[in-house]
C-alpha cells in the first residue's frame, strides 16, 4: 500500500536559540511555525488567506558576527606567527571557516507576518536568500488563497439600474375647510347601520 504524500513541506532556514529552535511548513492552507525545545513543540498556523503582509528590515547583526569571527581569525593567526605556536594555526582555521560560511550566507534580516489578529516574527527567515526562496514558494499560494476569497465574496449588482430618488410633488393649498363635528358622528354612525351593527 503506497504512503499518502506529506501534508507539510519544509520551508528553508532554521531560527536557533539557546533553548530552542524554529522550523516553518508549507501546508495546504496554511504557514505552520514550529517552535521545538527538543521534547516538547508548539505549534503556530497562519492562514494564506488571512496574510496581510510581510514585512522584512534589513539587519547588521551578520556583519557584526562577521567582524568577530574576522578579528579572532586575525588574532590567532598573529600569536601563532610570531610566537611560533604551530597548534593554533587550526583554531584561526576555524574562525576563518566561520568568517567564509557567513560571507556566503549573505545578508541579514529579520522577517515579520501580519495577520489580522496577531504580528508574529519568522526567526528561520534570518537571510535575504532565504528570504528570496521562501517568496518564491509562498507568494503564489497566499495570492490564490486570497484571490478565491474574494470571489466567494457578495459583489454588489453593478449592472443594476440606479435608483432614481423619489419625486417631491408641490402640494395644492386650498382654503382651509371646517368639518363639524356632528358631522363626522354622523358619518360614522352611518357607517356602523350599513355594516349592520
Not at 53 to 77: D, H, K
Amino acid at each position: 500500500m503506497a504512503k499518502p504524500a506529506p501534508i507539510y513541506r519544509k520551508l528553508p532556514g532554521v531560527g536557533r536559540s539557546l533553548i530552542q529552535y524554529v522550523r516553518l511548513y508549507e501546508g495546504p492552507d496554511h504557514l505552520l511555525q514550529v517552535y521545538s525545545t527538543g521534547y516538547s513543540e508548539t505549534y503556530r498556523r497562519f492562514y494564506y488567506r488571512d496574510i496581510q503582509a510581510l514585512t522584512v528590515v534589513r539587519s547588521n547583526t551578520w556583519l557584526i558576527w562577521l567582524s568577530v569571527w574576522g578579528v579572532l581569525m586575525g588574532l590567532f593567526a598573529v600569536i601563532a606567527w610570531g610566537a611560533k605556536l604551530p597548534w593554533l594555526w587550526p583554531v584561526s582555521g576555524v574562525f576563518a571557516l566561520f568568517l567564509l560560511l557567513g560571507l556566503v550566507a549573505g545578508p541579514g534580516c529579520i522577517c515579520t507576518i501580519q495577520t489580522p489578529v496577531q504580528t508574529e516574527r519568522l526567526p528561520s527567515l534570518r537571510r535575504v536568500r532565504r528570504l528570496h526562496a521562501f517568496l518564491v514558494r509562498v507568494q503564489p499560494l497566499i495570492a490564490a488563497a486570497q484571490t478565491r476569497e474574494m470571489s466567494a465574496a457578495p459583489i454588489p449588482n453593478a449592472a443594476a439600474p440606479e435608483e432614481k430618488p423619489a419625486e417631491v410633488l408641490p402640494l395644492e393649498t386650498g382654503p382651509a375647510e371646517t368639518i363639524p363635528a356632528a358631522a363626522l358622528s354622523g358619518e360614522a354612525s352611518g357607517a356602523n347601520s350599513e355594516a349592520g351593527v
